[in-house]
């Protein structure tokens, strides 16, 4: 009996350990390439040999849908209204890339009853044991509800452009999140730059402006450029990694998932980290 008893207590550790990291991809408003970046740079993951479940959480956008030409069968609204499980809802995309499509409705996410919640975090817990990551493609801002889900996750992938707008609004749902997170790691992804030097002081002056008024740190994760090859692959429905393999914009985000993939392997995780799924639970029931 305490053989089977010492078995179980390594698998169950086994699990654990395997458990996906989380990474939420958001910006401070729309328009700045959020969902072609969780798209392209999920792909760019797989490719090298991660395994990736993409989340659509753009609520009733439909973006990665769109981006991919398809019409998914299922959402996650008929996870909770039809009662399917989670893994009925996944959809092959391209490169045979794992993704949920969002829908309408999620939003109210923390306002379920507390038996539907508990099944959905049982399930999105058998899911995350078979992946290595799972990208959490956030709508544009933060609501209250989308917060608590944000503050859950490993780590947060900002989306911004040099556009003075796109900055002060990245920065603004950067400082939401320091005032409710002390720890939170922030990678930055400076989008549509005409050229690694305004990539670069676009980086530096929001970096420097969080570490002024947040006292809070950040890395730059890469700078995709100007591409007019993205605009022709989101025309024609496909992800421009796979449109047109050797563009500029397609050679940034391999070397952004091939950066990111080594600082993962590199770093030390935190002994007192708590997994993505406890924290869900935690704050679902504060927040109730």
């Not at 040999?49 to 991919?68: E, P, Y």
């Not at 959809?91 to 829908?103: K, R």
């Not at 989308?146 to 003075?164: A, K, M, N, Q, Y």
Request: proline share 3%.
């Amino acid at each position: 009996m305490e053989n089977d008893q010492a078995k179980s207590l390594r698998e169950q550790l086994k699990t654990l350990r395997m458990q996906a990291k989380s990474i939420a991809v958001m910006s401070g408003k729309g328009g700045v390439g959020k969902s072609n970046f969780s798209l392209n740079f999920s792909l760019a993951l797989q490719k090298a040999q991660k395994r990736v479940l993409l989340f659509d959480l753009d609520i009733g956008m439909g973006n990665i849908d769109i981006l991919v030409g398809e019409s998914s069968r299922l959402t996650i609204v008929d996870f909770f209204n039809k009662n399917v499980s989670l893994s009925d809802i996944i959809s092959t995309g391209p490169n045979n890339l794992d993704y949920i499509s969002g829908g309408t409705g999620l939003g109210t996410i923390f306002r379920l009853s507390e038996e539907k919640f508990q099944r959905f975090i049982q399930e999105l817990e058998r899911l995350f044991n078979a992946y290595d990551f799972v990208i959490f493609d956030m709508g544009a801002g933060i609501s209250e509800d989308s917060l608590r889900f944000i503050l859950c996750v490993d780590e947060i992938i900002v989306i911004t452009t040099p556009e003075p707008t796109s900055m002060t609004d990245a920065y603004a749902a950067i400082k939401h999140i320091c005032v409710n997170h002390e720890t939170m790691p922030f990678s930055i992804v400076v989008n549509r730059a005409y050229n690694r030097k305004i990539g670069d002081s676009t980086f530096n002056r929001l970096a420097q402006t969080m570490k002024q008024f947040l006292k809070r740190e950040a890395t730059l994760l890469g700078t995709i450029p100007d591409d007019s090859t993205i605009m022709k692959a989101v025309i024609d429905q496909k992800p421009f990694l796979m449109y047109q393999p050797n563009c500029h914009a397609s050679k940034a985000i391999f070397k952004i998932a091939n950066d990111f993939i080594y600082r993962q392997s590199s770093s030390i995780d935190e002994k007192d980290a708590k997994p993505f799924i406890a924290k869900l639970k935690y704050f679902f029931m504060k927040g109730r």
